[in-house]
């Protein structure tokens, strides 16, 4: 009986046998991985036709955010879209899903068979990638089978099969949290810089005067780092002396509204809902309970603060109130505003996009003196929305792991990798080996764990808080505690589309309770840039600024304020002017990009 068997076997595999690097074992038994031809024992008859699978629309990633921003004169409701890379999320998710497809495709057939499925990774590695972690085979306890796969049971994966398997990790790549950064007590802040810049001392702060920040605050400078910290800024005061002390601080609090319950960051943060995908149900209780004066459980015109167009859309029994089922129509319609968030490998590259939908919901979009960076205003509160750039550490092609591979080889094979010292690569050789040809080289072994590096990139999340900010904060637009040159040239461009009455003026009353929303990689740890605290010593909770530009410009740039000054270079002036493009006395990120391009040979780039 058993010669029968085999000679049907050989009789049904087709003459032309598949590559044997495919079908090789290496590190364990291969041999089965595929067959030609053949099918599980558990499938239909091979006559009946079966049809192929196909993923649910609504299994793909979803990329947009509702928000609710419970301004203090009715509620605004506000759609996220987050980008990546100039592409949606989604769109940049399903290429990259087709990436690792391809990747894992050792023989390009549209399709992975068994040993191809081995190789993939699991979902406990795509979940460590996310998390900015590596994929290492075995370390989540589970693997990747065709069994698991395979929905349809034609004995291949497909590509929707492979994007299936994926589904609850992928529904993980973007979330939504608050922001609980503590500001600190009593802003002593805001009257020192007032003091210092308001020259003629009427309260209102104008162009001319922020062009002089530079001037009046560097001297501050007293660890001649070329920025001022809060800490040097209020080491030696120039407030009047009836001004100065904590009645002061006090008095400013007082002047913002914030009292002690105001001042607990876990309170300001249900001033805000955010969501994943629609909005639920309980956003309409949130409302009621926070608009509802007179608690009858409805709510008037009056209260809620609509426009008497929306006001009347809404009130379908026209009775002058708006019920928690009417409400509801508000939370499913379209929203107040759309704001496009884009994030990219540096600053320059992330893009921050509004567009107000409703024609009544009373927000405006000032002039926008960034482009990473969009504020909204209802009434005299902000809406500030900015999109955080990836990590170079996270953006990088350098192998992490690169140094574990012989210098003095062009490739290994199992025969190389016998004792301890070897056990990494063993692990990694399979999955590395993209030809399947039994060696594995170097740029094999780099690209696996680009491909990794991708993935990482690939989780986002939006972190969200209400604050009454101090000017300090407003001014140190990278959170690092400390205001650079660039920052203080750039004053009156950030905090003009701030001034609640649009004035050409900046007052006091840009402190207002305002919503601050960043976009970042999950990864990123400044991620939590929606509140950043002002430290009075600059050693505590500084986030430095993302590295960026060449190895010699990071390197000259000793502060860590992004830019390199006349004095952290160390060239001569004439190389410095060179370089120095527009002549503003400090070389950005851009120019040192642009002076590599034009000296530095195409090769050695």
Known sequence: MLPVLVAAVLQATPATPPPASLCRPQFGPKV????PGSRPHSLQPAGRPIPPFRRRAADRVVDTFELVFLARTHPVRVRVVAHLAGRSLGERCEAHLRDLFTAFDRDGDGTLNRYECDLIFSKGEFRSMLAGGFAFRG??????????LDRDDDGRVSFDELAEYYTPEL?????????????????QYTPELFARLDKNRDGKLTADELKEAEKILTPLDADEDETVSGAELLATSARPARLGGA???????????SGKDDDDPRKQTQDVLAHLGPLPGTVVQAVLKRYDANSDFELSEHEVGFDEATFDRLDVDKNDKLSATELDAWR????????TLTIGPKVERCKAEARVVGKGSGLTVPQQGVSDRVVLRVGAQTLDFAAVPVPEYARTSTNPYGY????????LTEQDLVGPQYQFLRVAFEPADFDGDGRLTRGEFDRYFALQQSTSQLGLTLTHAVQVPNLFQLLDSNGDGRLSVKELRTAYARLAPLQPDGGKEITRAILQPSLAV??????????DMAVYAVSADPATGRVRAVAAGPVWFRKMDRNGDGDVSRVEFLG???????IDANGDGIITPEEAEAFDARVRPKKER
């Open 332 to 339: 499913t319609g379209e929203p107040d505003a759309v704001v």
């Open 247 to 257: 009645g002061d601080g006090m008095a400013m609090n007082g002047m913002m509204g």
């Open 32 to 35: 089965d991985a595929f067959v």
């Open 171 to 187: 529904a993980k790549l973007t979330a939504a949290r608050p922001s609980y950064a503590r500001l600190p007590d009593g802003d």
């Open 572 to 578: 001569s002036r004439e190389q410095f002017n060179g």
């Open 518 to 527: 960043r976009l970042g990689s999950t990864i990123h740890g400044a991620a």
């Open 139 to 148: 370390q989540s306890g589970e693997l990747p089978t065709l069994d698991a």
């Open 404 to 411: 574990l591979f012989p210098t003095d080889k062009k490739y």
